[in-house]
């Protein structure tokens, strides 16, 4: 009888660990997604759209990764760039292609205006949101 006992409460302490690091990974993060379109007619030779997909991290995320998220570009008729560092400044998210480099553009929440750096180009635009969802 007295072996059952520790037997359960190791059963129950994992079953709890497991639990809560289910809950954890599974719900990490908050994916919004944007479509954006050119601001005016800057820069001429721009593309018209950009489809943007925001993961913007759980404070308990911090715990293992130095990101606040990570964002995906869709340049309509051109490259699909990733941004695997997120960095939050007030109402501005700051995109970052690697923790080295200046940085790949920002997006504010506010205005909610996209400024984006890519192969040496620049994009301004304004963007409308299609979707959110909590995972």
Sequence with gaps: MNIRKPFLVALLSAGAALLTATILLTFSSVETRWVCARDFLWPTDAPPKVFMKIDQYRPWVRLWSD???????????????????VATQGEQLIFLADLA???????????????????????????????????
Excluded: D
């Design 67 to 85: 990101s606040e998220g990570a964002v995906w570009f869709e340049i309509h008729g051109g490259p699909t760039i990733f941004a695997p560092h």
């Design 101 to 135: 480099s200046q940085g790949a553009g920002y997006f504010s929440k506010l205005s909610r205006s996209l400024y984006l750096n890519y192969e040496n180009k620049s994009w301004l635009g304004n963007c409308e949101p299609q979707s959110t969802s909590k995972s």
